[in-house]
């Protein structure tokens, strides 16, 4: 069984911050592209942030030198910091595992987790 469970979502005041984690289970984790994925009431979900196993990680503009992806290999799971909130961050964020080749196609998604970033 698949689980991907992210935690740390809440409210916060402009400019506050706010550290995601997603934790992941019944995967091999090594093998997975994780990012986070946003979605606000009436706009489509965005890419926020991707990682490689190996670290290498791209941004979506309007969040670099905002937020940071990271990922723990040991513990399969990664994480979002979030820093300098603006209340145009507020959405449902999203963990994603993604394969690429070599390995056999697999896309899975967590349930979300609440971003309110408000004063």
């Known amino acids: 069984q698949v689980q991907l469970v992210e935690s740390g979502g809440g409210l916060v005041q402009p400019g506050g911050s706010l550290r995601l984690s997603c934790a992941a289970s019944?995967?091999?984790?090594?093998?997975?592209?994780m990012s986070w994925h946003r979605q606000a009431p009436g706009k489509q979900r965005e890419l926020v942030a991707t990682?490689?196993?190996?670290?290498?990680?791209n941004y979506v503009e309007s969040v670099k030198g905002r937020f940071t992806i990271s990922r723990d290999n040991p513990k399969k799971s990664v994480y979002l910091q979030m820093n300098s909130l603006k209340p145009e961050d507020t959405a449902v964020y999203y963990c994603?595992?993604?394969?690429?080749?070599?390995?056999?196609?697999?896309?899975?998604w967590g349930q979300g987790t609440q971003v309110t970033v408000s004063s």
């Open positions: 019944g995967i091999t984790f090594g093998r997975y592209v």
């Open positions: 990682i490689t196993s190996g670290g290498d990680a």
């Open positions: 994603n595992a993604r394969t690429t080749p070599p390995w056999a196609k697999n896309d899975y």
